[in-house]
């Protein structure tokens, strides 16, 4: 069975990537929206910034889903083995106990990155930007994708 989930995997990948990756006129749009971008956080270092911050919370609200799905699992798994009404009691309070936690965590990762984003000097995001902006213009002009 994971060796079909493997292949479902690898096909798709590669469905995308020659969709996505090796379609020109894909990689031109790509690279277009990468030069404006990039030339408005030049323009406001404070957009890149924020921008850093959106993207970066992102990939920490995922992790907070994934470990309360996870906390989702063995509570279910506990609370199988009680029998009767404290089944029901534990489960339900669990529940509304990893909601309250998935809410507490997506409140303090944001509020602890965008504290480490605000202490990082504008240099760092005005390089950002140029590297975004240098990326995008090579795009365009190469025609290919460069990752």
Known sequence: MSSI?????N????????????????????GWYLVINGLL??????????KL?????????????LICFFAWGLL???SQTLSGPKQTIVFLGGICGLIFIFFWGLAF??????GIAERLPMIYFIWFASIQTLIGALMVYLQRRLW
Request: with cysteine; hydrophobic share 55%.
């Open 53 to 65: 911050i959106r993207s970066g919370f992102g990939i920490l609200k995922l992790n907070v889903l």
């Open 109 to 114: 990762s944001k509020k602890t990155l965008t």
């Open 5 to 9: 989930i493997i292949y479902l995997q």
């Open 11 to 30: 096909l798709s990948f590669k469905f995308v990537n020659v969709i996505f990756g090796k379609s020109t006129l894909f990689v031109i749009i790509l």
């Open 76 to 78: 279910n798994r506990f």
């Open 41 to 50: 956080c030049l323009a406001k270092p404070e957009a890149a910034r924020a």
